[in-house]
């Protein structure tokens, strides 16, 4: 039986590739404040064109002065000065005349020739009195500082942020709120991504019912579809889905039809040791793989390019049908792949907490238990059967039970990774 590693190095043979190619192929460009830009990852390093923030402002609403009109401290008394014009924010920089304490927003143009600002509560009177903008008469009055700023105090100096010419994203950078945000501050109208890899979503089984079709004897819903469908598109996959029944012509027929606009082919079902195994008997021929992995569940998978017929191929991964097996497969073997390309961490946070209770687990198999975690930090897993997908809804967790293990006592360190976003 194959390993899970061994596994994984062939998925990565296969698909590395396809991910590669789109990693390289031409950007899309998505407007800045398009609803479907969060998520994505830049396709190629973005570079700023203006240093941020653009120009020295004031990070407090106060008065913009000059250190050299302040005398060396301690200051006897008090200092006055005369008042000067005003800057709001989004005036443009007033020149600043010496003498004068000027009342200055914050997010405003420091004055030319300002070099600090003194908040408003330090100032005598503390708050603000008539106020002349740039083209008023020229202010009345002045007011007064019982100490001397700091060089520079309280002014946010152009570029501090990001100087102008900087790198504001890497390629393939997931584009978090604040990396969209950054980009939006830098004036970026428009942002290159990577292209979403294509998955053509197969469901088979002559059981398997659409939602909405009455339950005839012997059939269930289809949940794999959707499952696996919002799986996918939550890495980062446009995902088109189809169901088809057991017929191995119908398959071949949609895998000719439809896999020259896919970039991969995700099947669930029919690939085990039953009379009726649509996907082995459909794509076995066409140059998919298929093997038994000392997984469970998981336990069968298929894998390999399918030959197109205009010469193309297409990789194509083959879950099995049990709706626990085809979404752990999913979480093994295909979603980290998605995530590296989508600029997201590839694998889950894993950590080792202690167990509950006491385990057993077939020592030929790598085990994945579903569990949840107590208040104390202990595991407790469910059973591992994996037609139980209320139980996988419900889980916060998957516990690894690693080849060669067969049983852990309550208590021992168990590698858990956290599944419950
Ligand atoms: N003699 C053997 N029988 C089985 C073996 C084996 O080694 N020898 N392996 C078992 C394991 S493990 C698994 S997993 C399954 C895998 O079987 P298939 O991939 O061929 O899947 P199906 O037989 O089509 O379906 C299995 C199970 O899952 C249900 N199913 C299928 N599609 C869906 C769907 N879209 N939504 C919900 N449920 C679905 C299906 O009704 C079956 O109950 O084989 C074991 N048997
Ligand atoms: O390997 Mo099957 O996937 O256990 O149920």
Redesign the pocket.
């Known amino acids: 039986m194959r390993t899970v590693a061994e596994h994984t190095r062939v998925v990565h043979a296969l698909l590395d590739p396809v991910f590669a190619r789109l990693a390289a192929a031409p950007a899309e460009h998505l407007p800045i404040d398009d609803p479907a830009l969060a998520g994505r990852a830049t396709a190629t390093s973005l570079v700023s064109e203006i240093p941020l923030p653009p120009f020295d402002n004031s990070q407090m609403d106060g008065y913009a002065v000059r250190l050299a009109d302040f005398p060396p401290p301690p200051i006897e008394g008090a200092l006055e000065l005369r008042l000067g014009r005003t800057t709001a924010a989004g005036d443009p920089p007033i020149e600043h005349e010496p003498g004068t304490a000027a009342p200055v927003m914050t997010g405003a143009a420091i004055p030319i020739g300002a070099d600090a600002v003194i908040p408003i509560e330090l100032a005598d009177p503390p708050r603000f009195g008539e106020l002349r903008r740039a083209g008023d008469p020229a202010p009345q009055g002045s007011v007064r500082f019982v100490a001397a700023p700091a060089p520079a105090e309280f002014v946010r100096t152009a570029g501090s942020d990001l100087p102008a010419g900087a790198i504001l994203l890497d390629a393939g950078v997931r584009l978090t709120p604040s990396r969209i945000g950054l980009l939006a501050n830098a004036g970026v109208r428009s942002v290159p991504v990577r292209p979403k890899p294509r998955i053509l979503l197969v469901?088979?089984?002559d059981?398997?019912s659409a939602p909405g079709e009455p339950l005839a004897p012997g059939r269930?819903?289809?949940?794999?579809?959707p499952?696996l469908a919002s799986a996918l598109r939550g890495a980062g996959a446009d995902v088109e889905v189809c169901?088809v029944s057991d017929s191995p012509d119908a398959l071949r027929r949609l895998v000719v039809e439809e896999g020259s606009t896919a970039d991969v082919l995700v099947t669930?079902?029919?690939?085990?040791?039953?009379a009726y195994?649509?996907?082995?008997e459909a794509l076995a021929g066409l140059g998919a793989e298929f093997t038994?992995l000392a997984l469970?569940?998981?336990?069968?998978q298929g894998c390999g390019g399918l030959a197109l017929p205009g010469g193309g191929s297409l990789p194509a991964l083959?879950?099995?049908?049990?709706?626990v097996?085809?979404a752990l497969s999913a979480e093994l073997f295909l979603l980290p792949l998605l995530r590296a390309h989508a600029g997201r961490p590839a694998l889950r946070p894993s950590e080792h907490l202690p167990l509950a209770h006491a385990v057993d687990s077939p020592p030929q198999k790598h085990q994945l238990r579903r569990g949840r975690v107590d208040e104390a930090g202990r595991v407790h897993v469910t059973p591992p059967s994996?037609?139980l997908?209320a139980d996988l809804a419900s889980a916060e967790v998957l516990a690894h039970l690693p080849v060669g293990v067969d049983h852990l006592p309550a208590g021992a360190p168990i590698e858990i990774w956290r599944i419950d976003d």
């Open positions: 469901s088979t089984g059981e398997v269930i819903y289809d949940a794999n579809t499952l169901r669930s079902g029919g690939i085990s040791a039953g195994e649509v996907v082995r038994g469970q569940p998981g336990g069968p083959c879950f099995p049908g049990n709706p097996s085809s994996s037609h997908l």
